[in-house]
């Protein structure tokens, strides 16, 4: 308060020293007296910092020494590590099949219904049968006529045989004969033809699932008449138990799939939704393409899943992971320790002494957000996962621990007397 009673007695001396001089220039001498008012108020009001971030009286002060970092660390495993190729699949059913009608009629009834599971063989619809027996019929009566004459020419044909032996008939009556009973066998043969495509019509009237598989949604309602062959036709059926998935891999990483694959392995295959948080099945790779994509440099591949629970549905896009290889005995560290640098790759790992050394390294292979080092470290060795920005070498540093502290016990609560 003393330094500022000087001040402010100054600025009163100046200002009545400057009552002389011309009405601008007084203006602009006080204007600069109250400045100086303004600041002397300032800095007697200003108090000076208690301590600072590090606490009051730290014990690096006055040492000229750095405050110890504090760091998260993980310590480098010895373990296998699978490698996996990532790529985006396709869900294709095996086979697809559009169910159809082969004759023509109304619809009398249907044994389905919709998104069901069928079995091979399963009655799916009925059409009408009667116009189909009506056929049958005819052609079974025209059979049996047939084979009525044929008999009657086979008797005649033994007749002329001994005649002819009798020397009774001539050569040419003998030769009539025999090709009137070919001629009968033939067109027996031709009614035989015509009662069995009948009846095979009659049996078209019940349409029966060719594959088994899921039902999709009905086409047609009962009732309809109906034609053979539409290319609509009554439902299709999806083969959903087992099913495939069809993805790419690229050009550069065939060595990696077409080795195990040619030496008998199979190599596994994990499917993934799209956010790769849930893995929706299991399966092995069945086949791969034979030539690469021009236009993208990639190879098509086929992989198989049970799908018991059809947790795959036809055309859904999933995230395919297929195990090529697995590294036995790799020293493995967290992707996020690593930093690149002029010097190459290295880590920070933590000695003895709590202090912060560079340590050079070379990478193997990595797996999602983990990393193999190939050399540079030990199993064991403390390696700097977070705090990595201000280290140096040599510096101090602080382990940080996610160790949570116990929680106190509460206090017993005391009730006074009325």
């Not at 606490?55 to 970092?69: I, Y």
């Given at each position: 308060?003393?330094?500022?009673?000087?001040?402010?007695?100054?600025?009163?001396?100046?200002?009545?020293?400057?009552?002389?001089?011309?009405?601008?220039?007084?203006?602009?001498?006080?204007?600069?007296?109250?400045?100086?008012?303004?600041?002397?108020?300032?800095?007697?009001?200003?108090?000076?910092?208690?301590?600072?971030?590090?606490?009051?009286?730290?014990?690096?002060?006055?040492?000229?020494?750095?405050?110890?970092?504090?760091?998260?660390?993980?310590?480098?495993?010895?373990?296998?590590?699978?490698?996996?190729?990532?790529?985006?699949?396709?869900?294709?059913?095996?086979?697809?099949?559009?169910?159809?009608?082969?004759?023509d009629g109304e619809l009398m009834r249907l044994h389905f219904a919709e998104g069901q599971w069928v079995?091979?063989?399963?009655?799916?619809?009925?059409?009408?049968p009667e116009t189909y027996r009506i056929r049958l019929a005819q052609a079974e009566g025209q059979l049996?006529?047939?084979?009525?004459?044929?008999?009657?020419?086979?008797?005649?044909?033994?007749?002329?045989?001994?005649?002819?032996?009798?020397?009774?008939?001539?050569?040419?009556?003998?030769?009539?004969?025999?090709?009137?009973?070919?001629?009968?066998?033939?067109?027996?043969?031709?009614?035989?033809?015509?009662?069995?495509?009948?009846?095979?019509?009659?049996?078209?009237?019940?349409?029966?699932?060719?594959?088994?598989?899921?039902?999709?949604?009905?086409?047609?309602?009962?009732?309809?008449?109906?034609?053979?062959?539409?290319?609509?036709?009554?439902?299709?059926?999806?083969?959903?138990?087992?099913?495939?998935?069809?993805?790419t891999v690229p050009e550069v990483d065939l060595p990696k799939v077409l080795e195990p694959l040619r030496?008998?392995?199979?190599?596994?295959?994990?499917?993934?939704?799209?956010?790769?948080?849930?893995?929706?099945?299991?399966?092995?790779?069945?086949?791969?393409?034979?030539?690469?994509?021009?236009?993208?440099?990639?190879?098509?591949?086929?992989?198989?899943?049970?799908?018991?629970?059809?947790?795959?549905?036809?055309?859904?896009?999933?995230?395919?992971?297929?195990?090529?290889?697995?590294?036995?005995?790799?020293?493995?560290?967290?992707?996020?320790?690593?930093?690149?640098?002029?010097?190459?790759?290295?880590?920070?790992?933590?000695?003895?002494?709590?202090?912060?050394?560079?340590?050079?390294?070379?990478?193997?292979?990595?797996?999602?957000?983990?990393?193999?080092?190939?050399?540079?470290?030990?199993?064991?060795?403390?390696?700097?996962?977070?705090?990595?920005?201000?280290?140096?070498?040599?510096?101090?540093?602080?382990?940080?621990?996610?160790?949570?502290?116990?929680?106190?016990?509460?206090?017993?609560?005391?009730?006074?007397?009325?």
């Amino acid at each position: 308060m003393k330094r500022s009673q000087r001040f402010l007695r100054l600025a009163l001396n100046l200002m009545s020293a400057l009552t002389a001089p011309s009405r601008k220039r007084w203006f602009i001498y006080a204007l600069v007296a109250l400045l100086f008012v303004a600041g002397a108020w300032y800095f007697s009001l200003k108090k000076k910092p208690e301590g600072n971030r590090w606490g009051p009286n730290p014990a690096w002060a006055g040492t000229g020494k750095s405050p110890a970092m504090p760091v998260r660390v993980v310590k480098a495993e010895r373990r296998d590590l699978a490698v996996h190729l990532k790529a985006i699949g396709s869900v294709t059913p095996l086979n697809t099949v559009t169910v159809q009608s082969r004759v023509d009629g109304e619809l009398m009834r249907l044994h389905f219904a919709e998104g069901q599971w069928v079995e091979k063989g399963q009655l799916l619809a009925e059409i009408d049968p009667e116009t189909y027996r009506i056929r049958l019929a005819q052609a079974e009566g025209q059979l049996r006529q047939n084979q009525a004459q044929v008999q009657t020419a086979r008797a005649d044909l033994e007749r002329f045989q001994l005649l002819y032996e009798k020397q009774l008939v001539t050569s040419q009556q003998m030769e009539a004969q025999q090709a009137l009973v070919r001629e009968r066998e033939g067109a027996l043969a031709s009614d035989q033809a015509a009662a069995d495509n009948a009846r095979l019509q009659l049996a078209y009237t019940r349409i029966e699932a060719p594959i088994a598989g899921r039902l999709g949604l009905r086409r047609v309602d009962q009732g309809n008449l109906i034609r053979a062959n539409t290319t609509t036709g009554l439902v299709t059926i999806t083969q959903t138990r087992p099913i495939a998935v069809m993805s790419t891999v690229p050009e550069v990483d065939l060595p990696k799939v077409l080795e195990p694959l040619r030496a008998g392995e199979q190599l596994a295959v994990e499917a993934w939704d799209r956010g790769e948080q849930k893995l929706l099945a299991r399966g092995t790779l069945t086949n791969v393409d034979n030539q690469i994509d021009l236009a993208t440099g990639t190879l098509k591949i086929k992989a198989e899943f049970p799908n018991e629970d059809e947790s795959l549905f036809p055309n859904q896009f999933v995230n395919i992971r297929l195990k090529v290889r697995t590294l036995t005995d790799a020293v493995v560290i967290p992707s996020a320790a690593v930093q690149f640098g002029s010097r190459g790759t290295y880590v920070f790992v933590i000695n003895e002494k709590n202090q912060a050394t560079v340590r050079d390294i070379v990478l193997g292979a990595a797996e999602g957000l983990e990393q193999a080092v190939t050399s540079g470290l030990a199993p064991g060795d403390a390696v700097v996962l977070e705090g990595i920005d201000r280290l140096r070498e040599g510096r101090d540093v602080v382990v940080v621990t996610d160790t949570p502290a116990a929680n106190p016990a509460p206090a017993p609560v005391v009730r006074k007397k009325k």
